[in-house]
């Protein structure tokens, strides 16, 4: 028998997929003490299918009416919630991997749909949020506390692991189930309650995620989620009641949040932006190192806070170049959705647009461009954002192309 989370998981994607047999476009709702809520907001994002730049939804800028209902929805729920002990707790989080287990296709398929990832990194994206949530399961073990006795005459010591309060996270885009279940499964199972914002570009499976986390017995009020760009993250920042947050993105805008969060006495954890580096060495076996490389630089269309960007070729290593080179011509671009394709598209035109320059950028200050990914046209998909594998080298310390992170392929 499907539960309800399960039909409503695959109702979401069906109805989705019949999107445009209707005359509306689907608005996205925000979800607030256990309800999913229309917005009343007259600013709205467009949702777009990467994979081919149709419109497939408009997102809210929640309003400060919202955005602070759902932060007294969960002010009020950690009253009861924080008092729920670890080992009940856990049991929601054993629920829940439950139901992600069984709608990890629905899931995959909406991370698909609005991010562009093929389909098997779109299981890979739900599957390493599924670790996370696992893990939770063990709260009753990880949240114990210390004790120490005598630690001077008359005196021990002791220690407790005790939640904050509301808590917020801050989500990308690029691992849109991954990172909400790095987030919320945490924070919740240690007695907090939780606001998620999750990136205006792909918010429909953090919105399925809610309802299955609903389901699995997590009590109204304990999660919320709110819309939006730079208003709501400035409300998160600076509401009072937000005691903690938890932000992964670019390092301008964790810089900001880092800034203006811990200027409230928040405490901030900012996950941000990267320049990964590889070093082969000649005596590395060839054939497993350039696949590798192939794997961590074009994967997920580059679109990775751990994506291998810069390779330092030692030695007679230099000489595998080229055979590198046709291995990432050999990589298929397309969306997402179809079998045999090897690089989706990047998230948004600017992003493609980005990335483009960057690696002119490269051309233009000197550097020798082996293979070039732009102008990529996909048949029956031209309005898609699609870069194709790109390998630029001799690239120098003081090339734009090096100092920045490209975040594509």
């Not at 389901?215 to 730079?230: M, W």
């Not at 959705?337 to 960057?358: F, N, T, W």
Request: hydrophobic content about 40%.
């Amino acid at each position: 028998m499907l539960s309800n989370a399960t039909r409503l998981a695959r109702g979401h994607m069906q109805a989705r997929q019949l999107r445009f047999m209707s005359t509306g476009v689907p608005k996205v709702q925000n979800f607030i003490n256990g309800k999913f809520v229309d917005s009343a907001t007259d600013k709205w994002i467009e949702l777009t299918n990467p994979a081919n730049g149709e419109v497939i939804g408009l997102v809210p800028e929640s309003t400060q009416e919202e955005m602070q209902a759902a932060t007294d929805a969960a002010k009020q729920a950690f009253k009861t919630w924080k008092d729920v002990s670890p080992p009940n707790r856990a049991r929601v989080m054993l629920n829940l991997q439950r139901l992600i287990r069984e709608n990890k296709d629905a899931l995959a398929a909406s991370v698909t749909l609005e991010q562009g990832k093929t389909l098997p990194d779109a299981h890979g994206d739900v599957f390493r949020g599924l670790e996370i949530v696992e893990h939770t399961c063990g709260a009753g073990t990880l949240l114990m506390g210390e004790s120490l006795g005598n630690l001077a005459s008359n005196l021990d010591t002791y220690s407790y692991r005790i939640p904050l309060g509301v808590c917020a996270g801050i989500a990308p885009f690029n691992f849109p189930a991954m990172i909400p279940l790095w987030m919320f499964p945490v924070g919740t199972v240690c007695g907090n309650t939780y606001v998620l914002k999750p990136s205006e570009k792909d918010p429909g499976c953090a919105m399925m995620l809610a309802k299955l986390a609903q389901e699995a017995g997590l009590p109204d009020g304990v999660l919320n989620i709110i819309h939006g760009a730079h208003d709501s993250v400035n409300f998160i920042c600076d509401n009072p009641d937000i005691k903690a947050i938890s932000f992964v993105g670019s390092n301008q805008a964790g810089e900001y949040i880092y800034n203006r969060g811990s200027e409230t006495g928040k405490r901030v954890q900012a996950n941000m932006g990267a320049k990964n580096h590889g070093t082969i060495l000649p005596d590395a076996d060839k054939e497993m190192t350039l696949d590798a490389l192939v794997g961590a630089a074009f994967g997920a269309a580059g679109q990775r806070c751990m994506a291998l960007s810069t390779v330092i070729f030692v030695g007679e290593s230099q000489e595998w170049i080229p055979e590198l080179v046709e291995k990432a011509k050999k990589l298929t671009v397309g969306p997402g959705h179809k079998d045999g394709v090897d690089i989706g598209p990047v998230i948004d035109k600017g992003a493609k647009d980005r990335i483009e320059s960057l690696i002119q950028s490269g051309v233009d200050e000197g550097a020798t461009l082996l293979l070039d990914g732009r102008g990529v046209k996909v048949d029956g998909y031209e309005g898609g954002n699609y870069v194709g594998a790109t390998i630029i080298s001799d690239v120098e310390a003081h090339h734009t192309c090096y100092k920045e992170e490209i975040f594509g392929t």
